[in-house]
């Protein structure tokens, strides 16, 4: 069995030492009676993400360990305790060159992806001065302080994060649900607020009905119960429900014969449960609400069926679950119509956070609305200055041009004298022996004798 088919039980590195059932009883089935075709040996599965934020370097990590015979003749011997106390960290030392270069190169990978990722972030808030080395801290899956090469304290903390955050994951989940109702049931009584009596009374009318619509669902069997099982055995795998084994069972849903039921297994069987309660085209069936149930019924068979806690179900934890009275008589199964989601206490503490932030929204809306002014402002006294300044330039351009080509008059001559020269104006002609002088270059003639006397 490989590691990368336990990264869907979001154990991954947490049970390893799980690895070492690999001769299990064999099981005969004549899956010619199986409704549906079965999975195809050797056909590569695909895992379904682990939802870390360092999902890929985990699986680069495993996939990498895996191709080491020592270290993985190692991991089939070891338990569960010697994994998570460091002891099997300790066996990188071992491992070959090759496996070390190539750790050592995934690691230099995700601690640059992490610091783009730091800078990216402290870039759009606009903080010059990042601290990267202060900020890698808070990424809890490997050792920041040592960049460049990936040594056991790596491995131990990669465990221990990993295993930290699914346990976690479940717990998140169910936070981010409750958040889901209260916000539905905040933005209903919002809407209710803006309508007149009569409206107001249709629209609670109309809630009471399908709230009312929703509950009335077939009964739903316990989830994990010798029932719950049956109809699956009979509606799903369509096999006579009077031949049910639980050998059989096992092994028709342990899909990737990995000889585990997995979560997400497991969550496949609860799929004709959550069928009788929720449609994805009845308006009153919520299919958020029908992935929390799913998860609820998992989480239920995990606590009753998980002996020793490690997120996957063997074969012999599951016989030993159809063996319980629980497996016979289980009790009824409250569907989470049938449950308080929250107090109202809780949504109005809720409420109260929601106006908090909308106030702080507010703020910082009327903040970059302010911004936004002044920069408007800026912009327009920048271009009355800027049409000032071209005015300018204009007039300067102007007055070179005329001064380079002097206007003329009417006549063709120039309305000023250009500096260094004269103008020379015409003289108008006068009758001889006028007072005026002649003009230059005249020659005057001798005017007449008065006394010269004719024949």
Sequence with gaps: MKWRSLLPQRCILLIPCL?????????????????????????????????????EYLRQVIDVLETDKHFR???????????????????????SHHVRTRLDELKRQEVARLRMLIKAKMDSVQDTGIDHQALLKQFEHLNHQNPDTFEPKDLDMLIKAATSDLENYDKTRHEEFKKYEMMKEHERREYLKTLDEEKRQREESKFEEMKKKHGDHPKVHHPGSKDQLKEVWEEADG???????????????????????????????????LEK??????????????????????EHVMNEVDINKDRLVTLEEFLR?????????????????????????????????????????????EELQKQKEELQRQHDQLQAQKQELQQVVKQMEQKKLQQANP????????????????KIEEVPKHPAGGDQPLPPGHIQEPAARTDQVHP
């Design 19 to 55: 690895l070492m059932a690999l001769e299990a009883v064999p099981i005969d089935i004549d899956k010619t009676k199986v409704k549906g075709e079965g999975h195809v040996e050797g056909e590569k599965i695909e895992n379904p993400d682990t939802g870390l934020y360092y999902d």
């Design 407 to 422: 206007p003329a008059g009417p006549a063709g001559e120039l309305k000023f004298q250009p500096p260094g020269e004269h």
């Design 239 to 273: 096999l006579d429900p009077n031949e049910f084994d639980p050998k059989t069972f096992f092994k028709l849903h342990d899909v990737n014969n990995d000889r585990f039921l997995d979560e997400q297994e497991l969550e496949a069987l609860f799929t004709k449960e």
């Design 321 to 365: 679950a159809t063996e319980k009275k629980e497996f016979l008589e289980p009790d009824s199964w409250e569907t989470l119509d049938q449950q308080q989601l929250f107090t109202e206490d809780e949504l109005k503490e809720f409420e109260s956070h929601i106006s908090q932030q909308e106030d702080e929204l507010r703020k910082k809306a």
């Design 73 to 95: 003749e190692k991991l089939q011997t070891a338990d569960i305790e010697e994994i998570k106390s460091g002891k099997l960290s300790r066996e990188l030392d071992l491992v």
């Design 277 to 298: 309660v929720y449609d994805p085209k009845n308006e009153e069936d919520d299919m958020v609400e029908m992935e929390e149930e799913r998860l609820r019924m998992r």
